[in-house]
């Protein structure tokens, strides 16, 4: 069955002079304009397609990948704005629609917002939401401390970052715990820091416990090799140059370095670190 807002493997019926059919199963033909259509595919055939509604309601099928489909968060770019809503670029020839309900504040022309993509039950048309709470911290919280998940930066706060977990719940990376710039709409690795009883869900960006430090480790290896093998920090180094260099806390560093060097990966010198010979 071909689903509306994802992609689709559907197989070709017939060709026409501005295009092919593909079954769409209960949605009868669907057309693939003839720009999209492979030189070497024939009747018979199956091919990955996007399906969406054209600019006059008709379903279509297209070869290209949206930036964010059916389900996704992404960062989207208002075209235009119009008395039924904004417009944004979400990859595709006709843009889609944030309706003025579907906005969390005004939506203003050139300016990005990380939205939600769904598609209307009613009107069986795709649109987009600034309203993220709508669609985040629907499903119970099943995670567990210091399992790695995905993550979305969606604003900040006054405590840090609010970040949007696998899709599904909100968390929080509290700001004396990220060495790191971040914006919204990042997108980046992270880890279950801390359940709360009210299901509210801390975050860290480094790997808790142990294994955290092998982590770390490891990124103070990456950029001692990338910078020749001699970095200018040690343990006496300031804290703001360490977090400048190597995007991590004073503490971590030291701790880094400790296990870097009873392992005899590297020496510290009077200046710096360098990577053992």
């Known amino acids: 069955m071909a689903a509306i807002g994802l992609m689709n493997e559907l197989e070709i019926l017939k060709t026409v ?5 593909l079954d769409g199963g209960p949605h009868g033909e669907i057309l693939m304009p003839k720009r999209y259509v492979p030189e070497t595919c024939q009747v018979g055939d199956t091919i990955e397609v996007f399906i969406y509604l054209d600019s006059e309601d008709r379903l279509v099928a297209v070869t290209d990948k949206p930036y964010a ?4 968060f992404a960062m989207l770019k208002v075209i235009s704005t119009t008395p039924i809503g904004a417009f944004v670029d979400w990859g595709l020839p006709k843009d889609l629609l ?3 309900r579907e906005q969390q504040f005004p939506m203003e022309e050139g300016r990005s917002y990380l939205c939600f993509v769904y598609l209307d039950d009613e009107s069986q048309r795709i649109v987009g939401s600034s309203k993220l709470d709508k669609f985040i911290d629907n499903l119970p919280v099943d995670y567990e401390e210091g399992e790695e998940v995905d993550l979305i930066i969606a604003g900040k ?6 970040a949007i977990i696998d899709n599904s719940h909100w968390g929080l990376l509290f ?5 790191q710039p971040l914006k919204t709409g990042d997108r980046m690795k992270g880890y279950i820091k801390k359940i709360r009883e009210d299901e509210k869900i801390d975050l860290v960006l480094q790997k808790p416990g142990y294994e955290k430090i092998d982590s770390i480790a490891q990124g103070v290896l990456d950029k001692l090799k990338a910078a020749g093998n001699f970095l200018p920090a040690n ?3 300031d804290p703001t140059e360490i977090s400048k260099i190597f995007g991590i806390s004073k503490k971590n560093f030291k701790k880094a370095i400790g296990a870097l060097y009873k392992q005899r990966m590297i020496t510290i010198e009077e200046n ?4 053992a010979e």
Do not use: A, C, Q, S
């Open 17 to 21: 002079d501005f295009g092919v059919y």
């Open 272 to 275: 710096g670190i360098r990577l």
């Open 157 to 162: 706060t006054d405590l840090g970052y609010k």
């Open 69 to 72: 489909m059916v389900g996704d």
């Open 235 to 237: 343990d006496k180094t």
């Open 175 to 179: 700001k004396n715990e990220v060495f």
């Open 98 to 100: 944030v309706p003025f």
